[in-house]
């Protein structure tokens, strides 16, 4: 095989990899699914809405937050629920999904405003989510926080 025609087929294979990889971006019906997901998971938060909360992340859900501590589902949802953390705003930028299969990672820039204990602080971190496709519906399996 000449080298030009080598070039093409390393071109041709690397191209979908390498448009799925720029952040921002979500191909196909899947990963739409999954950004509705995410947007949903958003709203939820933003509301302290536990039958919401509840319905998007699955039993096993592990949370991690930037500062290290990490929740299981009971204590994510309480922890909004009860007041004790709430979200005024949030946003998310430099936005990307890839799907695998049933699993799907999503990654966001998640800046906005915390309230816990009476205090209002600044929030700009990077997420990192692991959502599974269960039963026809994305539910958020793991999620991880860090520093930017």
């Given amino acids: 095989m000449s080298v030009s025609r080598r070039v093409a087929l390393v071109?041709?294979?690397?191209?979908?990899?390498?448009?799925r990889a720029v952040p921002g971006t979500a191909a196909g019906p899947d990963a739409a699914a999954v950004e509705q997901a995410v947007d949903a998971l958003t709203q939820a938060l933003l509301a302290a809405d536990g039958p919401a909360l509840d319905a998007l992340v699955l039993d096993g859900l592990s949370y991690g937050h930037s500062s290290g501590q990490v929740q299981d589902k009971t204590a994510f949802v309480e922890t909004l629920t009860s007041k004790r953390s709430a979200f005024p705003s949030i946003t998310l930028s430099d936005r990307?999904?890839?799907?695998?299969?049933?699993?799907?990672?999503?990654?966001?820039?998640?800046?906005g405003e915390v309230v816990s204990g009476g205090k209002?602080?600044?929030?700009?971190?990077?997420?990192?989510?692991?959502w599974h496709r269960d039963h026809g519906r994305w539910r958020l399996l793991a999620r991880q926080a860090f520093k930017i």
Avoid: E, N
């Avoid at 990307?96 to 800046?111: I, L």
């Avoid at 209002?120 to 692991?130: D, F, L």
């Fill in 120 to 130: 209002t602080a600044p929030v700009h971190i990077g997420v990192m989510q692991v």
């Fill in 96 to 111: 990307s999904v890839s799907v695998v299969g049933d699993d799907a990672v999503a990654r966001h820039v998640f800046t």
């Fill in 11 to 19: 071109a041709a294979i690397a191209a979908p990899v390498l448009i």
